[in-house]
C-alpha cells in the first residue's frame, strides 16, 4: 500500500520553496565530482575577482602615526597617536574624527583604555602619563612626571592596575603617582609591555638585550626570560590560549612561543622582506594581523608558517602599528606617511546585509574550496597574489641567500667527519639562552 503525506511535496505558504525529492545514492550520480570540481573551479575564481580588501584612508594627521588602540567597549571608536603629540579620535563607522587632543610634547609612544572605556591613558617622549576622560579632552584628569622616558603601556584586563615599559617594567594603580613596583633583569630599556587577557596577572615584555622576559604581578622577580637571535619590537597573547603568544621580531619573521615550553618556538610565520613592527590577534585567536618595514600588511592563520594574504597599496609607507578589530571583521593599519587604513580582515567577504540563500551559497561555496583544496589548479589560483616590485625581488634575493646557507651546512657536513656537523632545526636555532 503506498502511503504518502503531503508535508513533503507540498508547499505551506505560496512564499514557500517547492520541496523536491532526491535520491542520493552515488550510483545514480556519476558526475557529481566533476560538476563540484567545476563549482569549486568557479568558486575560487570567483573570491579573487572579488578579492577588493581596501575601504577608506581616515586622513586627518598631520605627522606619522606612531600608536593605534581600539576601545574595549565601544565598537566603533578608535584611538590614535601622531609624532606630533596629537591624539585624535576616531569614529570607523561614520570614517569621520570625533577630536583632537594635543596631548604631548613629541611622539606619543603608546594609547591604551581602561577596561570600562570610561578613560585612557596616553605616554610621549616628554615623560609624561595622563589620564584622558572620555567625556572631557579639554585637559588631562590626572598627570604623572616620570623619571624615564616611557615607551609602552597596557592596562590590566579586571582590575585597576596598569603596566608602563621603559628602563624598567613598572606596574602602576589608577590611584596613586608612584608605581607599585618596578621589574628589571639585565636589558637597559624594554621595547613593549602587554598583559595576558585571560592570567591576568602575567605579562611580558620585548627588551633591547634581545630578550622577552615573562613577569607576574603577584610576585617581586620576573619569572623567565629567553634571548634570540634578533630584537623583537612587539608582541601580543592569544585571546583564547592563555600560554600562547607571538613576537614581530626584526629578522623579518614572526614567533609563536608557549610559555610552557620555551625552550623553542613551536611555529615561525615568514614572509615578510623587512623587520616586523606590529602584531595583532584576531578576536577568535586563530588568526593574526602584522604590520611591516616593507610597507605591506599581512595576515597569518596562527598555526600556519606562511601568511594567507597581503595588504598594499602604492602611497602606503612602513606600517608602525595595526590592530584587528573586535567585531573580527576589519583590520586597521597606520603608517609613516600620516594615514590609517580600513582593511577587510576577508578580502572577498561582501559588506552590507546576506539574505539567507545567499549565505547558504556561500557556505556551499566555501566548502567546495576546503575539499578540493589540494587540486592543483585550485591551489594555484587561490594562493596567487600580486606583490609589489620591491617585495618580490626581496623576496627571490632571500630564497637564493637561504638556499646558498644550506648547500654551504650541506657541504660541510658532507665533507667532515661524520657526526661533527649535527643536524640542528629552523626552530632550535632562534634561542640562544633561557633563563629563569
Known amino acids: 500500500m503506498l502511503c504518502r503525506n503531503p508535508s513533503d511535496y507540498v508547499r505551506e505558504t505560496k512564499k514557500d520553496i517547492v520541496p523536491v525529492q532526491r535520491n542520493y545514492d552515488p550510483d545514480l550520480h556519476p558526475f557529481q565530482v566533476a560538476r563540484e570540481y567545476t563549482r569549486a573551479m568557479n568558486a575560487v575564481k570567483m573570491e579573487r575577482i572579488f578579492a577588493r580588501p581596501f575601504i577608506c584612508s581616515l586622513d586627518g594627521h598631520r605627522d606619522s602615526v606612531q600608536c593605534l588602540t581600539k576601545h574595549s567597549t565601544q565598537l566603533s571608536l578608535l584611538l590614535s597617536g601622531s609624532c606630533d603629540g596629537e591624539i585624535k579620535l576616531w569614529n570607523v563607522a561614520q570614517r569621520t574624527c570625533q577630536a583632537t587632543i594635543p596631548a604631548h610634547d613629541g611622539f606619543v609612544r603608546d594609547i591604551c583604555v581602561i577596561p570600562d572605556g570610561t578613560a585612557f591613558y596616553s605616554i610621549g617622549n616628554d615623560k609624561l602619563i595622563k589620564r584622558w576622560s572620555m567625556d572631557n579632552y579639554d585637559a588631562p584628569a590626572m598627570t604623572i612626571v616620570g623619571k624615564h622616558v616611557f615607551t609602552s603601556i597596557d592596562h590590566h584586563y579586571k582590575n585597576s592596575q596598569y603596566a608602563t615599559s621603559g628602563e624598567n617594567v613598572s606596574l602602576w594603580d589608577e590611584q596613586r603617582a608612584q608605581p607599585l613596583q618596578s621589574f628589571k633583569w639585565g636589558a637597559d630599556s624594554h621595547a613593549k609591555v602587554k598583559f595576558n587577557p585571560i592570567e591576568t596577572t ?116 612602513h606600517i608602525s602599528c595595526v590592530q584587528w578589530t573586535a567585531d573580527n571583521k576589519y583590520v586597521i593599519s597606520g603608517s609613516d606617511e600620516m594615514c590609517l587604513r580600513l582593511w577587510k580582515a576577508k578580502a572577498s567577504e561582501k559588506l552590507g546585509v546576506i539574505r539567507d540563500r545567499e549565505a547558504e551559497t556561500l557556505e556551499y561555496n566555501d566548502a567546495l574550496k576546503e575539499k578540493f583544496a589540494h587540486f592543483p589548479k585550485i591551489k594555484r589560483i587561490a594562493r596567487q597574489r600580486n606583490l609589489p616590485k620591491h617585495v618580490y625581488h626581496a623576496k627571490r634575493e632571500h630564497k637564493t641567500i637561504q638556499e646558498s646557507q644550506k648547500r654551504h651546512e650541506a657541504n660541510a657536513r658532507a665533507n667532515s667527519k661524520p657526526g661533527s656537523v649535527p643536524f640542528v632545526s629552523e626552530r632550535s636555532k632562534v634561542i640562544l639562552k633561557e633563563e629563569e
Open 202 to 317: 602575567v605579562l611580558a615584555s620585548c627588551a633591547a638585550d634581545r630578550s622577552i622576559i615573562l613577569y607576574d604581578t603577584r610576585q617581586s622577580v620576573p619569572l623567565r626570560k629567553i634571548t634570540l637571535q634578533m630584537n623583537s619590537s612587539s608582541l601580543a597573547w592569544n585571546p583564547l590560549e592563555a600560554f600562547v603568544f607571538t613576537t614581530a621580531n626584526e629578522d623579518f619573521n614572526l614567533y609563536s612561543f608557549d610559555i610552557r615550553y620555551l625552550q623553542r618556538p613551536f611555529n615561525i610565520h615568514k614572509d615578510h622582506v623587512a623587520a616586523v613592527i606590529d602584531i595583532d590577534y584576531s578576536p577568535t585567536g586563530k588568526e593574526f594581523v602584522s604590520g611591516s618595514y616593507d610597507k605591506t600588511v599581512r595576515i597569518f592563520a596562527a598555526d600556519k608558517g606562511h601568511s594567507r594574504d597581503i595588504y598594499h597599496t602604492k602611497r602606503m609607507q
